[in-house]
């Protein structure tokens, strides 16, 4: 596998969505290539900061009660 | 609360049965309540609008519920649900599809532009949740609503792919493109608030 095919994955690597098989083809392309490499580390430092950042809020507690009382108390 | 019992809301059904049904509910429905209000937020960008589509949303899902599979993607079949209900009722009082080729943006890739100054994203920790969501919301609803499923509620490109009803190789693209878009935008507000120093454009 070469630099260009590898960050073709990119994504579907770091997002776990190929067959253990080019996964595997990717997992040694990045060890033998350390530009390649670092590159993947950032993406994969990004994604774990959006997901950090966004999945704080939750529903307000108000909801939840309206929602109950819609559904099983009328 | 009344004395008087409650009228009974679908064509005769058992105490046991409205009970087993609440209760199916509960475990497999409502524990996605924070999930389904977290996208109901991005898709609507205001939160009495979300409430509403979220209450909306669990409403048509207690109605369906017989036909929902039991034990099968429940996080999938709500946020269906409320999609559609979103693109019939609360679009076109909120925002406006976008009308741009989404194609023909160029993804800008931080990663380059980063090479010089801060190659390990290190700025990445001084940007805060609201600056992020914001960002986000900026997106074009096609790229926010991917990148939303993907990146906040951890769905895989399949289910993805359901939700929206388009192929997996959309979802790809446009996880591709909203993503680098995302990153631009991120990067340029980092720019601007002199965590790094940006190159000259």
Known sequence: ?74 | MPSTPPPAPTPTPTPAADAEKRASFEREALVHLDSLYRVALRLTGNPAEADDLVQETMLKAYRAWHQYEKGTNAKGWLLTILRHAFINEYRRRTRHPETVDLDAIEPFSVFEELQDDDPQGTFFDRIVDDEVLRAIDELPEQFRETVVLSDVEGLSYEEIARVLEVPVGTVKSRLFRARRMLQGKLYDYAVGMGYIKGNAT
């Open chain 1, 1 to 74: 596998m070469n630099c260009r095919e590898c960050t073709e994955h990119l994504y579907e690597y770091l997002d776990r969505e190929l067959t253990p098989q080019v996964e595997q083809e990717i997992r040694q392309h990045l060890a033998d290539c350390p530009p390649c490499g670092e590159h993947f580390d950032f993406e994969r430092l990004f994604l774990d900061f959006l997901r950090a950042r966004c999945r704080a809020q939750g529903a307000p507690s108000e909801l939840k009660l309206r929602i109950l009382r819609e559904l099983f108390d009328e």
